[in-house]
């Protein structure tokens, strides 16, 4: 198709081009999760793909996580001064898996193929996965980067087609578990460059000029729609603040996390600057990380539903932060779980919002992958094994017009799910005794909170346990009259003994042995609205359904059920005259019930 690089490009072309780069990025991820050797990829899918241009501004992300928005296209701009536009050449791969660049941890390698059609650099393919292992130390809170594992600087792991075996190699020998993190490797391999010959095939059909005016029109159209949704929010600066539970090494030293957001017309600013300073323990995640929270609270907040994710959408947004915060850090510090104090930070930017736009807002969500890791030796085959089981999934808060949704994966890790029953007791020695819906978790309201999730998983053989949930004591807030929900939570069983007064719900290499057990348990979501506004007999069907309680039924929203279980209207209206609403919320003292 014959066109210059400034021309319009014809409506039904850019569509069927949108199409195919969305469908370009879909490839990428299933013939990862068809090749990839660990659970943590092909089943609970912690990576994202990506197209992006010469430039590297992203044009198209298979949906995955969140988080990765900000930090693939930076790495690929970061490749790209690295070695400069002439030491790019056809059939290179990029590698790294450097903290500071990602955003992430040493975990997140990333890999990026140039893609070249009639000798001109014309964008690139990329993909972001988790492996499982990268060496480092193991279970223990690391205190600086050089003990979280392997670092790979910006390099290349091919040159014009020919592989560095050399890189394969110490790669290999710093972690524990090669054949699984080469095999993971091979996936990723697998994935860019399926990306980089259909996005070939797309420039061969309809030229590049037609593709690369298509982008740009696609970027134009969400800029625009983007510009359009920030100018319904009313002008003004909106402020709001949250903490997290501690570093995991203060113990129940709060970390304060503030932000403020600007609206004026068409463009919004978010101000990070007042997020805690960087911290001791292992939380911190890198800059692109934290551009990533004001993305994607953003993108929520004005273009949902705008596919391909491309840099377009992000065009009307500033974000203000400077280095050394806990999502800006700098080396040495460390990086390992860097997606935990993020998810707060965008639950705190809709915070900040919702008197602005209370229709469009969320109340706050459980912000925790809620994700134990567990390392032992097999008794079938006398190997070690390392396994996240998870993430666990829970409440997230209400809405104006409607209820949370429950047993739902934290906002920043999108697309992930959560680990196949099925699946972990074929390959581990456990025994998950339990997984059901937290009764009470969710936070009262005319609409309710979503409900957390219970798990109790026994040990079949001794392992060694570690968890680094937070968001224990700052629990996930209601809005306009709403009730806090429950947080998140922890116990362990030894010899049939359960442990529930951990100060948080952080423990370190804890020995299990046979017949032990822990128990992991996500929080609920936030109620909006008053829970006397609640229909009664939507509060009846939460009863009978095990979401709430006939105690907080009673207690917090007022309502009197008869022995069947239906809305005794007279002794309701008794209840109700002789005194005000409870909290809102799901009692404290419930918070451990049928442990």
Known sequence: ?????????????????????????????????????????????????????????????????????????ETVKAKIRHF???????????????????????????????????????????????????????????????????????????????????????????????????????AQITAITTGERRYVELLQRYGADAVNGSIRQIMDA????????????????????????????????RIPIRVKVTVQGDEMTVDLSDVSKQVRGFYNSGFTTGIACAQVAYKCLTTPTDYPVNDGSFRPLKVVMPMGTVISAERPYPMRVWMTFPMTVIDTIFK?????????????????????????????DGRLFIVGIGPLGGG???????DGVSVTVCINDGDTHNSPTEQLEAKYPVLVEKYEIRKDSGGAGQYRGGLGAEMVVQALSPFTVTTRIDRVHCKPWGLEGGGDAMGNGLAVRHKGEWKTDHPNAKIFNVRLERGDAY??????????????DRELDQVAEDVREGYVSEQVAREVYKVVLDPKGKVDADATLALRKAGPAGAGGAADDLAWAGQ
Not at 225 to 246: C, H, Q, V
Not at 360 to 375: C, E, K, Q, T, Y
Not at 396 to 402: L, V
Not at 519 to 532: D, R
Request: glycine share 12%.
């Open 519 to 532: 128990k992991m348990l996500s929080g609920g979501g936030g109620g909006f609205g008053n829970p006397l």
């Open 84 to 186: 400069g536009y002439d030491n790019i050449k056809p059939g290179d791969i990029l590698v790294t898996n450097d903290a500071y660049t990602t955003g992430s941890h040493l975990n997140h390698f990333t890999f990026t193929m140039p893609v070249f059609h009639e000798g001109k650099l014309e964008g690139f393919t990329c993909c972001m996965a988790h492996w499982l292992d990268v060496g480092g130390t193991l279970g223990n809170v690391t205190t600086d980067i050089f003990s979280e594992g392997i670092q790979i600087p910006i390099m290349k792991y091919q040159r014009e087609g020919v592989v560095n075996q050399d890189l394969i190699d110490i790669i290999a020998m710093n972690v524990r578990l090669a054949e699984r993190a080469l095999g993971d490797l091979r």
């Open 1 to 73: 198709m014959a066109t210059t690089a400034a021309a319009t490009v014809d409506p039904v072309t850019v569509e069927i081009i949108r199409n195919g780069l969305y469908a370009v990025t879909e490839e990428m991820k299933t013939n990862l999760t068809r090749t990839a050797y660990n659970l943590i990829i092909y089943e609970a899918l912690d990576f994202t793909v990506g197209l992006f241009t010469r430039e590297g501004d992203t044009v198209s992300i298979g949906l995955g996580l969140p988080m990765f928005i900000r930090g693939m296209s």
């Open 352 to 380: 900040a919002l919702a008197p602005a736009i209370p229709g469009r807002s969320i109340a706050g969500h459980h912000a925790d992958l809620v994700f134990p890791n567990i390392h032992g030796i097999s008794p079938e």
């Open 396 to 402: 997230w808060g209400a809405k104006s017009k409607e």
């Open 222 to 253: 969400s800029e625009a729609l983007a510009r359009k949704n920030t100018l319904s929010i009313p002008d003004g600066t909106y402020e709001a603040e949250s903490f997290m539970d501690d570093d995991g090494l203060d113990i129940g030293k």
